[in-house]
Each structure stands twice: as structure tokens, then as C-alpha cells.
């Protein structure tokens, strides 16, 4: 994150550190809970359970960003969020048995650090977005020093564990830049609907059987993430219809 700050500021990108402010330090700290209870969350149930988790964000989201930004949520973004609870319930109801209470309990925190991170963007525009990203990564680097020295563990890994560990970050990153970009002209509430193409995503990563994973999603899975997927096109349709609206937010 900071390679890119350097290119696109040049040696001064320092100086945005200085401008992160509350939003910046709750916005990244929000986004490193996030991160950190999103691997705790899939590595205690399966991945469905945990995208499903994360499919709530718009719910927390809105209600925090009405909360504290007083910002209104338009009626055809509320029908958007009807339509993917609907895949949501019936993604859940094939998905129960391998449900765990510690694996939803990280996956809700994880979804609702998130929220914070997408309000926070939302609160101060003119906070660096991309420092906040920085911030949230330097929260999880010391987090996880800490637990690695806790339990005695070792910093490295095998070359192929690393080279994952790279591609993940490196996927990442770019996402919260482009996340990021389009905070500044897209709601926050809207903005972790659009998110929700992860759920889709995540699951059907996790079944190709390239990475040796092979979690194969049940019938309720795939028909739930049609409904998101319908979800996510009819308000990507209705940005498109209603630029106006948009760029007045």
C-alpha cells in the first residue's frame, strides 16, 4: 500500500499519516478487527458460513451510517438488501449443519468491523483513504506479532505458503484501493452492497479444485447467490439509470 502511495505522491506520501485523524485511526482499526476475525471466522467453519456473515454488512452498515452520518437510505437500495436477504436465509438453510458458534461470531465481528471501515471512509472525505488501508494493515502486522509471540510460533513459512501469502495480500490490497476510490462518490450503505459480489466470489473460489480446497456449494447455496446476484444487478442497473442521484452523494 505504501509502494502505491509512493507512486502516485511521490517521497511526500509520509505526510498523509499525519492527516489521518479519528476517522483514519477508527476506519483502520475497524478494517484490521475485520481482517483479523474474518481468518479466525473461515478457519473455524466453512466458507459459506463466513461469506454469508459478511453479506450483513449492509444492514450494519446502513444503520451505523444513519446513525452517525445521518445519511438516507433510498428506497431502491432497501429493496436490493430485500432481495439478498432472501439469498441469504435460504443459503443459511442449507448451511447449518456445519455451522459453529465461534466461526459466526468471528464472522458477524468481521462484518460489522467492515461496516466501520466503510463509514469512516464516508465521515471525513478528506481523510487519505489510502493511508486509513495502511493504518488498518500496521493494526494486524502488530496484532498478529503478538500472537505469533505468544504462542511461540516462527515468522516463516514454506515457499509455497509465502508465495500464497503474497498473491492474498497483493489481492487485497488492490481491492481496498479500488474500494476505496469508490467511497468517494457511492454512499456507504450502497458501497458494501456492491461488496457483496464476495460472497459469490468466495464461494465459488473455494470450489475449484485448483487450490485443493474442493467445498463443493450445496443446492441452497448456489440458489441464494442467484438471489444476490439479482440483488447486485438491479442496483448496479439503478446507478446506472440515476447518475444524477448518485454524484449528489
Known amino acids: 500500500m505504501n509502494l502505491y502511495l509512493y507512486f502516485e505522491e511521490g517521497l511526500s506520501f509520509y505526510k ?3 492527516k489521518v485523524g479519528k476517522s483514519g485511526l477508527v476506519g483502520g482499526i475497524g478494517l484490521g478487527i475485520a481482517m483479523i476475525s474474518f481468518i479466525f471466522s473461515i478457519t473455524n467453519t466453512s466458507a459459506a458460513i463466513t461469506l454469508l456473515c459478511l453479506a ?3 444492514f450494519f452498515t446502513a444503520l451505523l451510517a444513519f446513525l452517525f452520518l445521518k445519511e438516507k437510505i433510498s428506497l431502491n437500495v432497501w429493496i ?3 432481495i439478498a436477504t432472501i439469498g441469504i436465509i ?3 438453510v442449507g448451511n447449518t449443519e456445519k455451522n459453529s458458534l465461534i466461526g459466526f461470531v468471528f464472522g458477524i465481528t468481521s462484518s460489522i468491523g467492515f461496516s466501520v471501515f466503510s463509514v469512516t471512509l464516508r ?3 478528506e481523510t487519505p483513504k489510502f493511508t486509513t488501508v495502511a493504518v488498518a494493515g500496521l493494526f494486524c502486522f502488530a496484532i498478529a506479532s503478538i500472537i505469533i509471540l505468544a504462542k511461540g510460533q516462527t515468522f516463516f513459512a514454506t515457499s509455497y505458503n509465502s508465495s500464497m501469502f503474497s498473491l492474498h495480500g497483493t489481492l487485497v490490497c488492490l481491492g481496498l484501493i ?3 476510490i469508490g467511497s468517494k462518490a457511492i454512499p456507504a450503505a450502497e458501497l458494501t452492497l456492491l461488496s457483496l459480489t464476495e ?3 468466495g464461494i465459488f473460489w473455494v470450489w475449484l479444485p485448483l487450490f485443493g480446497i474442493n467445498e463443493v456449494p450445496t443446492t441452497n447455496t448456489i440458489v441464494g447467490g442467484f438471489f444476490l446476484f439479482v440483488s447486485i444487478m438491479y442496483y448496479s442497473l439503478i446507478m446506472r439509470w440515476n447518475k444524477r442521484y448518485i454524484a449528489l452523494n
Request: avoid cysteine; charged fraction near 15%.
Open 123 to 125: 465521515w471525513r472525505k
Open 199 to 201: 460472497v459469490i466470489g
Open 80 to 82: 436490493s438488501i430485500i
Open 178 to 180: 479500488l474500494y476505496s
Open 56 to 58: 450483513a454488512m449492509p
Open 16 to 18: 498523509n499519516y499525519k
Open 90 to 92: 435460504i443459503m443459511a
